[in-house]
Structures are given as structure tokens and as C-alpha cells.
């Protein structure tokens, strides 16, 4: 028997009833918040994951055009992830726009020497490190940084970067001809390297 219809049955005053249901009341508007609170995360959530996924779709367009021979070579050239290094600068003939998206790139070296005491000065506080962002912001204006390696003249802009990565799990995982054989290469000669 509950608590409620315990005081019912024992006749108790009714002030004390109302009492208990004030308290009931209170716990499921409560819980109904939360649960609406919940529903709205979960539809947030939602958002992002198709926007994510919306992104990766464009991204597997733009792989789509490209050859086997190409994907070929640039899957060997930056895996083992190890292989992958941020593009420092454009020397040895290093392409200036990403291989995929076509969105130009801006090397570290180029970034330093726009304003370096910004980037490597000590922050002391939210002002500068926000200061720091619109900084960078306004220096990429619309490039991007990007990923390289030294088996490469070509460049991947860091969004790009990420998709490709994705793109080559998910190729491992669905026995994707070309990541699967390019892989295997690059894995087998790093393992015999060691
Ligand atoms: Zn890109």
C-alpha cells in the first residue's frame, strides 16, 4: 500500500494528503522537464550527426572523381597515421591547395610569420585567447591548415582530413578494394621497417 492511500485509510487530516500531492506534482513536472530537455538534446544530436554525415557524403563525392591510382597513393602516404604531419611549409614542390576540396591552404611557417608573438605568447586571460581566435580567424580567411607527408606533394586541408580518415575505416571495415590493397602495402612495409 502507498504512503498516500495509508494516510487515507487512517484518516488523517487532508491538508497532509494535499501536502503529499503537492509533492508528487512537483516531481512529475520535474520529470517532464527533464524529459523534454532530453528530447531536445536527442534532436540536437540528431542535427549534428546529419550534418556530419551530410559533410562526409560530399566528402566520398569528391573521392569518387579521383582514380584508384591516386586514392592508392595517398592513402599510402599518410598511413600509419604517424605519417601525417601538419603543413609546415611550401617547399619541395608542395601543392597549395587541398587535393580534395580545392581550398587553399596556409602553412604554419606562413602563419608564424604573420604575427607570431600572438600565437606563442603567454594567454593570461579569456580576453586574449579570444583575441588569439579572431586573430587566426581573420589571418586563414578562408584557408585552411593542412595535413602532409613526406611521401607527398599533395595536401589535405584539416576538414578534409578528418572525412578521410573516416573514409579509410570505413573502407577497412567494407572491404574497400583500394584501401584494403593500399593499406595492407603501407602496413606491411612500416611493419618490416621497425
Ligand atoms: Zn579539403
Redesign the pocket.
Known sequence: MQLKDAFKKSGIGLDIISKIEDEEHKVKLQQLEEEKQRQKQEIEDCKERNRKRKEYDE?VK?VKVKSDNFMFHIICSHIPFAKAEKVFNFSKGKEK???????EIMSFEELMNEGPEILIGSLKNVDDELKRLNYLKDKLRGR?M?VTSDETKTV??????GHFLDYISNGILNENRIVKSASRKTMGEWRSSR
Open positions: 566528402f569528391l591547395h587541398c587535393c580534395f576540396c580545392k581550398t585552411k593542412g589535405i586541408c584539416m576538414p578534409c582530413y
